[in-house]
């Protein structure tokens, strides 16, 4: 179903936070491509988070051809794989087709524009702690990665499926690193 | 329907428009109207109405009016844990608290974190590197060494 640029602009400007923006934005995508679109990266975490932690950009998995086709009418002009409205403040990062996570874990949320998925609270956990144990981060970076992994593990310890979470954690080998992080939680809940 | 319904949960609870109510139920943080439940799972509001007095029926929900709620716990971990579908006024209505609770976190937290404690594993950073690594229009690398 074809999403005119006004219709963007009028739920742009109807959010009422930047996680909600994000959210809108990932529905109207869906219903203007007819295409799965779902939120990851540091997009879905800053929903996740309420927008405590920030992101420049909103990172859609999802075909792109069409997806092209809906942000260009809309006004965004790219820059490499990134489509950018800098009167909205708005980059849209349309990362490609194949999403990575489990889909059962998806989160959707359904907003006035329709159907809204984010990528699955486990996913973006583990996906975290591998980065913050086997990849080279750079400090401040470092710092962030350990904010989102602290409110994640906090926010969502008790909601996750515990199960998966174990699988995909012993997958990319950061079970140490998660129960420091648990450890950490419930050390600071009892405090 | 706009979700990926657990198939387990389905064979478990014998119909996929009873998984998707109870799945709604499960994500809300406030009792829903039956018509907001079948709003949000995506089916006709006759049918989440017949699955509502169901489950009623059976002790898996209760109704709060003017809406419904789960009144099992157990049933709403199981549930909640495997299908995730909310209502975005709901989620934003939960915000606020989120992020005060966010705040209390990063306030509270002292540099504990210590990576030279573990040992990177280089097969998992290959694997991670292509969504870690970010072109340059998306701005600064965020690898140190």
Known sequence: MPVTRKEVEDAVASARSKPERIQFLGALLERATGDEAV?????AVEVYTSGRT???DIDVVMPRPRAVKAVESWGFVPSGRVWRRKDWGIDIDLVGPRFTGNRQKILVVETPYGPVRLAGIEDLLVKRLAELKHWPTAPGWRESLVTQIEILVSE???????EYLAFI???????????????HARDRSRR | MAINLDRGLVALFGSETRVSVLAVLASA???????????????????????LRRLRAAGLVREAPPGWELSDPEVRRLVGSRVRIA????????????ARRAEQ????????????RYTPNPVVAARYAKEIERP????????SR
């Open chain 1, 156 to 162: 969502y310890g008790d909601k996750m499926d515990e």
């Open chain 1, 169 to 183: 954690a012993r997958r990319d080998d950061v079970l140490d690193i998660l129960a420091d992080f648990r450890r």
């Open chain 2, 29 to 51: 943080s406030r009792p829903l109207t039956g018509y907001r439940v079948a709003k949000i799972a995506g089916v006709q509001p006759i049918k989440a109405y017949a699955e």
């Open chain 1, 39 to 43: 939120i990851v990266g540091g997009s």
């Open chain 2, 136 to 143: 340059p229009e998306k701005g600064p690398s965020r690898k």
């Open chain 1, 54 to 56: 920030s992101t420049m």
């Open chain 2, 87 to 98: 209502w975005s006024e709901d989620w934003e209505a939960g915000a606020r608290k989120r």
């Open chain 2, 105 to 116: 976190i990063v306030a509270e937290s002292s540099p504990w974190f210590d990576a030279s």
